[in-house]
Structures are given as C-alpha cells and as structure tokens.
C-alpha cells in the first residue's frame, strides 16, 4: 500500500476480525500505517520496488499456510467473508478462484470484460507464484496473476473493486500504465496499426457479445479504453 489512508478503513473493516492481517507499505507519507496498525495488522514498511516485487515480498513475510490477497482499494463482501469463515480447503486444491466487480465512477460494471473478472485470491501460501501479464506485451511487470499447479476451487461472494471512483482517477492509471508498458516494448509502426485494426474488433466484441451495453455509458467508456489500452502501449513505445 502506499498512501491509501482513504481506502483502508474500508478494506480492513471487510476482513474478519480473526484474520491474521499482514500490511505491506511502500513509505507511506499520510496515516495508513497508523491505521493498518489500529486494525491490529502486521506492518511491514519498504521503499516501492513495483507491483510484481511487492506482492512477492508479501508472500515471503506470510507465516500463515493459506493467503488471501486484498489490495487496499478493495472490500470483501459479506457472502465472502462467510465463505472463508466457513470453508474447509479440500486438500486437492491450491487456490480458490472469486468473482471481482470492479466499481467505475460510483457503479458496478457488471458486463463486458470487466465482468468475467475471477482472480486466484485464496491460495496455499507455499504453493503460489507471480507472473506479469502486461496487455501491451512486452517485459514490464504489470497486471500480474497468482497461479498455483494444483487444482483451483471457487468461493462464493464477491471482491468489491473501487479502483476507478472518478474519470480522472482512470485516465491517471491508463497513462500511468501504458507508459510503464511501453517502456518494455521495441517499438513497431506495424505493432501500432496491428492493434488498431484489433481495436474494431474489440469494441464490439466487448459491447454486444460480453453484453458490454447493458452498464450503459460506462460499458461503452470501459469498452474504447480497454481496446486502445495496446494501441496507446504501442504507440508510446514507438515514440520512445
């Protein structure tokens, strides 16, 4: 976490209150250590290193033989909790898989891309590993994935995801993250005409067959953005 005294109480206040809490802070200048450590978590201060190396050192620090993975702009909602307070891992399993709904300017984008989102949050701790999975391709150390080899269960509930509270907070993280991705890419003319084309085809793909048009103007704002993420990857890589 870093400077996330506005999202914390939220995220915290979601967790049982039994959990084990391990907070990991990238030299947070507002409260959210005080706050971390008013929940009663474990916190564990370091200078930011990137997302992938963060989460892995996170693992490292874990004393627990399962891990839950929460970011701090998300909430476990109550279906969730229960699920956790109540299940019995069966041994065969890894991981557990749980349905994320991302919140986009104040509601719930429950269609298009965004709405088959089911990240591996729940894993044996031992078991686990980080990848990348950069949309623009590339080496850079973003949108990253937890797999495990073994078998992969499903919880019920739902994780609450408020990333995106305002248009400006969005275009802040595309620009944020197509400028990281580009900087792992050679850039390519071909590349950026290659993802254009590919752009036609996802609006609508995004809007009509994943039902997109059902979240209104903000499954249409989420569809364009998503299909010129690559495009605007590329194109920076290119001008690099």
Not at 6 to 20: F, H, I, Y
Not at 229 to 239: S, T
């Amino acid at each position: 976490m870093k400077d996330e005294e506005r999202n914390l109480p939220r995220a915290l206040g979601s967790v049982p209150r039994e959990a084990n809490v391990l907070a990991v802070d990238a030299e947070s200048t507002d409260r959210s250590v005080e706050l971390a450590t008013q929940r009663g978590a474990r916190v564990v201060v370091r200078p930011w290193a990137g997302f992938v190396e963060a989460r892995r050192f996170a693992l490292e620090c874990v004393e627990t033989p399962w891990t839950f993975m929460l970011d701090a702009d998300e909430a476990l909602d109550a279906t969730l909790v229960t699920a956790l307070r109540t299940l019995a891992p069966d041994d065969a399993a890894d991981g557990y898989v749980v349905r994320r709904t991302t919140f986009f300017c104040g509601r719930a984008v429950r269609h298009g891309a965004w709405g088959s989102d089911a990240p591996l949050r729940f894993f044996r701790t031992q078991r686990a590993s980080l990848v990348p999975q950069p949309v623009g391709g590339g080496r850079a150390h973003l949108h990253e994935r937890w797999t495990v080899p073994g078998a992969i269960g499903r919880l019920d509930g739902t994780l609450l995801h408020y990333s995106y509270p305002t248009l400006r907070a969005y275009r802040t993280k595309f620009d944020r993250y197509t400028s990281l991705e580009a900087c792992g890419l050679r850039g390519s003319a071909f590349a950026v005409a290659r993802e254009l084309a590919l752009a036609g085809l996802r609006v609508p793909y995004a809007l009509l067959v994943l039902g997109g048009w059902r979240d209104g103007w903000r499954g249409a704002y989420v569809a364009g953005a998503s299909a010129l993420y690559p495009v605007v990857v590329a194109w920076k890589a290119l001008r690099a």
